[in-house]
């Protein structure tokens, strides 16, 4: 079993920064592909970004290249997003999740994730 730990959000205004992180125990996910989602009230889990075992691989969705990047440190099983130049519409519940596979090319989607986070706030004012 795997517990992830989100933290890091908080209130930004537009335009802001902010370093989500997502500590993980219970079992090392230093060898899985790890993603970061979002979902806003009303709307399906979207993908964020995600990283593969070896941080060697990375990849983001198209809304946030360029702002966020994903990054991890497999000596402190933790996983980060750092979110650059934030807009009001990022406002959600960032989750982190945990694959079984170090890599997957359906990383994109929620299905290929075994564990999940409580999700930490991210509200962005206009």
């Known amino acids: 079993q795997v517990q992830l730990v989100e933290s890091g959000g908080g209130l930004v205004q537009a335009g802001g920064s902010l370093r989500l992180s997502c500590a993980a125990s219970?079992?090392?996910?230093?060898?899985?592909?790890m993603g970061w989602f979002r979902q806003a009230p009303g709307k399906e889990r979207e993908f964020v970004a995600a990283?593969?075992?070896?941080?060697?691989?990375?990849v983001y969705a198209d809304s946030v290249k360029g702002r966020f990047t994903i990054s991890r440190d497999n000596a402190k099983n933790t996983v980060y997003l750092q979110m650059k130049s934030l807009k009001p519409e990022e406002k959600a519940a960032y989750y982190c999740?945990?694959?079984?596979?170090?890599?997957?090319?359906?990383?994109?989607?929620?299905?290929?994730?075994?564990?999940w986070g409580q999700g930490t706030q991210v509200t962005v004012s206009s």
């Open positions: 999740a945990a694959s079984t596979k170090d890599y997957s090319g359906r990383y994109s989607r929620p299905s290929e994730y075994a564990y």
């Open positions: 219970g079992r090392t996910v230093s060898m899985s592909l």
């Open positions: 990283i593969s075992g070896s941080g060697l691989s990375t």
